[in-house]
């Protein structure tokens, strides 16, 4: 279901794997990235008028309600299938911008899976 040489794994690989305590696995036929609880997916679906729409190289993340929405006012988020009603969304990596936008989105969706000692090491490697 995923390309390993695709240029935007390896982007958001590179990104995710850096996060305290971090590792990867296949989850879903997916690439997952986790701590002790899944914190970012690559690749996704959404449904739309009953049929899975394939958003092959998107992030998904958990996210605050607010920012959620927010999100989902931009073209270029969706509501994931099944993850969706969790508070999940989807942003589609479109191009080589934005990518100071999806650390900033993996980095809110580690908070608020990570646990707090994770955190704890996280916010100790910033200046």
Not at 67 to 86: I, K, N, Q, S, V
């Amino acid at each position: 279901m995923f390309d390993e040489a695709d240029p935007f794994l390896g982007r958001l690989r590179t990104l995710a794997l850096t996060f305290p305590g971090t590792a990867e696995k296949v989850s879903h036929g997916r690439p997952a990235f986790y701590t002790t609880k899944v914190f970012a997916y690559y690749g996704g679906s959404a449904k739309v008028d009953g049929v899975h729409q394939q958003h092959e190289q998107s992030v998904i993340v958990l996210v605050d309600p607010e920012e959620r929405a927010a999100l989902l006012a931009e073209d270029r988020c969706f509501t994931p299938a099944y993850l969706g009603p969790y508070g999940w969304v989807g942003v589609d990596l479109i191009d080589d911008n934005g990518w100071d936008e999806v650390r900033e989105l993996l980095d809110a969706s580690y908070r608020l899976t990570a646990g707090a000692r994770r955190v704890a090491l996280l916010d100790a490697r910033r200046p």
